[in-house]
């Protein structure tokens, strides 16, 4: 009853709201669907397996299939996905020019450079004199890594004519499908909820069709096979950094005790992580290889224009808002990387390298915490993560991701990531103690 309930919470946010209107409704709808995500996810705990894995599954594909119900709601990235797989269709890098670019007129059609009266509708951006465009920042390159843009590319392929945005819903669905497959295998049903019935899932892998739901997918199949086969592994967590950049954060995590002190000998200890960065190298470099031969160094993009827009490059804003609120601005950013260093350190050498997804959960975890971004999509690595480890309580990181990103009022996300922070430290107390 629970997940029946989620499923219908879920179908109404989705499709009773979005940033271009009236967004009450949509945070109505989509905070009642975390209450009902939290009970459903602890009352599947009790279930008996057999059923409780049917649960699973099954409601994994309602809760997906609820991102296919209406248009993006809170983003238009996928309209860069959509012109990124156009142009390199077209023969043409993404990376050469700028969708504003008039080289690439004639790859333009009205859906995506409205003219005239169409460009008078919210979120459409200035192209020129007459045309106008939905993809945000038409003026920069592109930001996506070059397995991203594969991905882009295959889609459009895959794409009937005319088809839109909707074939990337598809394929943020099957993504996010396929990672509670793989989570299934290592996690208890009730433990694998916590992505497959994650309200995040299908507002930002499906319905917002962030690529990042291919990273998550490449990040989890990276941690759950690195222990066993390091070579696998490292290729699996290069190609996800090739997605996203964000799935290096995992790299400590798969690299787990190699610092510990009762570990093996130096020269096993080099051989095991060269086994893993090796590989992961060798993947991110074959990746950037052909785009790097036909565009240069535009290959990175809008990536520098972009952290400094974001305020990464400690300019003020909403980035490091919870050091912030104990040090100077200009203390945020050096501290910031501090605490992800130890973070990283601590589970080199004391990690557990038979669960390498713990190393990934904690230092991913204390990196959004102490940077705290404010698109919530950027969390669903850590509610993956999360479903791996067993770890509930990280599960707030993802949900003040969606109030910095959604919330009316400017200081809502700084106080949301100090209430997932306080959770974070509660469930671990809590932890320690039963142990």
């Not at 109404?12 to 009642?32: C, E, K, P």
């Not at 602890?42 to 409601?59: D, I, K, S, Y």
């Amino acid at each position: 009853m629970l997940l029946l309930a989620l499923v219908g919470a879920l179908a109404l946010a989705i499709t009773s709201g979005s940033l271009t209107g009236d967004t009450s409704a949509l945070l109505r709808w989509y905070a009642l669907s975390w209450v009902l995500f939290a009970a459903a996810a602890w009352a599947l705990r009790a279930v008996p397996e057999r059923q409780a894995v049917f649960l699973l599954v099954a409601g994994a594909a309602a809760v997906t299939a609820t991102g296919l119900l209406a248009p993006p709601t809170t983003s238009t990235d996928s309209f860069r996905y959509i012109w990124d797989g156009r142009v390199q269709a077209a023969g043409i890098s993404p990376y050469a020019h700028v969708p504003a670019d008039p080289a690439l007129a004639p790859l333009r059609d009205r859906w995506l450079f409205p003219q005239g009266a169409g460009c008078n509708a919210p979120y459409r951006y200035p192209v020129d004199a007459r045309t106008c465009t939905r993809i945000n920042r038409p003026a920069v390159h592109t930001i996506y890594p070059p397995l991203a843009e594969l991905y882009f590319l295959a889609v459009h392929g895959l794409s009937p004519e005319g088809s839109r945005y909707k074939p990337l819903q598809i394929g943020g669905a099957v993504l996010a499908f396929a990672t509670t497959l793989v989570l299934r295998r290592r996690a208890a049903p009730a433990r694998a909820a916590y992505w497959a019935w994650c309200p995040a899932v299908p507002l930002e892998a499906v319905n917002n069709a962030h690529v990042d739901a291919l990273g998550v997918l490449l990040a989890v199949a990276a941690l759950t096979v690195v222990a066993c086969h390091r070579v696998g592994g490292g290729m699996l967590l290069g190609a996800a950094t090739v997605v996203k950049f964000l799935p290096a954060l995992a790299v400590p995590g798969a690299l787990s005790g190699l610092l510990a002190k009762d570990g093996p000998p130096a020269r096993r200890r080099v051989l095991d992580a060269l086994a893993v960065l090796g590989p992961a190298a060798l993947v991110l470099a074959l990746a950037y290889l052909p785009y790097v031969l036909v565009s240069g160094g535009s290959v990175l993009g809008y990536l520098s224009g972009y952290l400094d827009e974001e305020g990464y490059d400690d300019s003020g804003g909403d980035r490091y808002a919870l050091l912030r609120l104990v040090l100077p601005d200009a203390a945020a950013l050096p501290a910031a990387l501090a605490v992800v260093a130890v973070a990283a350190v601590l589970v080199l050498r004391r990690g557990a390298a038979d669960r390498p997804w713990s190393g990934a959960l904690l230092v991913t975890g204390i990196a959004f915490l102490a940077l705290t971004p404010g698109y919530s999509w950027y969390a669903l690595l850590v509610v993956a993560f999360a479903a791996l480890d067993g770890r509930w309580e990280w599960l707030g990181v993802p949900l003040a991701g969606a109030a910095a990103y959604l919330g009316v009022q400017h200081h809502l996300g700084t106080a949301a990531y100090a209430v997932a922070a306080s959770a974070v430290i509660a469930g671990s107390l809590v932890r320690a103690r039963r142990s």
